[in-house]
């Protein structure tokens, strides 16, 4: 069964300061890929999706993401945060299953920005 | 283009009480799917139609839990009866169909029980 691992519960960046957040998966083929941003009391918001091709993928918000196969990770970064990236992110894996697709969440990564 | 829209936005009931759950999707999107978001996890399925078809439903709690999509557009989740451990943010999502990847997230509905 495929499985999302997001070690970092909380992270405090400055604003203006690099972020990255990590993401394993477990997943015996080529996984399908995403990262989902909830702010409070709102649904989730698609970042950026991987599903082939170049390993590095651009998303919303000048969010960018890198796979790479061989450590099973999925890490999203940002060069400068902004205090309104303050949110909760989850990494998502997803197989195809009877024709649709099957997402697995990790548990998410809160990220507080300090100004 | 407008999302996923979901009503009620918040509910309060108390425990035993019934509870129903409104999402209509993004037009022209064919799959729906309803997630329970327990407070600091991930959302998890619990039931994805195809159409009017329910074509995983696995996860759903069956003795309590009930949904349907009677025309293939709009969905009902309902809870009866509802117990304390119900309480959650329930998600819907849509996508275009069989082979698309990408779900679309609506606000959600939190469910607070007594």
């Known amino acids: 069964a495929q499985s999302v691992t997001q070690p970092d519960i909380h992270i405090t960046v400055s604003e203006g300061a690099s972020l990255e957040l990590r993401c394993n998966y477990s997943?015996?083929?080529?996984?399908?890929l995403f990262w989902y941003v909830q702010s409070p009391g709102q649904g989730l918001q698609l970042l950026l999706k991987y599903f082939s091709g170049d390993t590095l993928v651009q998303g919303i918000k000048g969010f960018e993401a890198e796979f790479k196969r061989s450590q099973s990770s999925f890490n999203l970064r940002k060069p400068s945060v902004h205090w309104s990236d303050a949110a909760e992110y989850f990494c998502a894996v997803g197989e195809e299953e009877g024709g649709g697709n099957k997402l697995t969440f990790g548990t998410g990564t809160q990220l507080k920005v300090e100004l | 283009e407008a999302g996923v829209v979901q009503s009620p936005r918040y509910k309060i009931i108390e425990k035993k009480q019934p509870v129903a759950f409104w999402c209509n999707p993004i037009s022209g999107h064919n799959t729906l799917y309803w997630y329970l978001q327990n407070l600091g996890q991930g959302p998890e399925l619990l039931i994805r139609y195809e159409n009017e078809e329910a074509v995983d439903d696995s996860q759903l709690p069956k003795d309590r839990f009930s949904a349907e999509r009677l025309k293939g557009v709009d969905s009902t989740l309902k809870i009866q009866p509802a117990e304390l451990g119900d309480s959650a943010v329930y998600l819907c999502a849509s996508s275009l169909g069989q082979g698309a990847h990408t779900q679309y997230f609506g606000p959600g509905t939190r469910l607070t029980v007594l």
């Open positions: 997943y015996g083929a080529t996984p399908y």
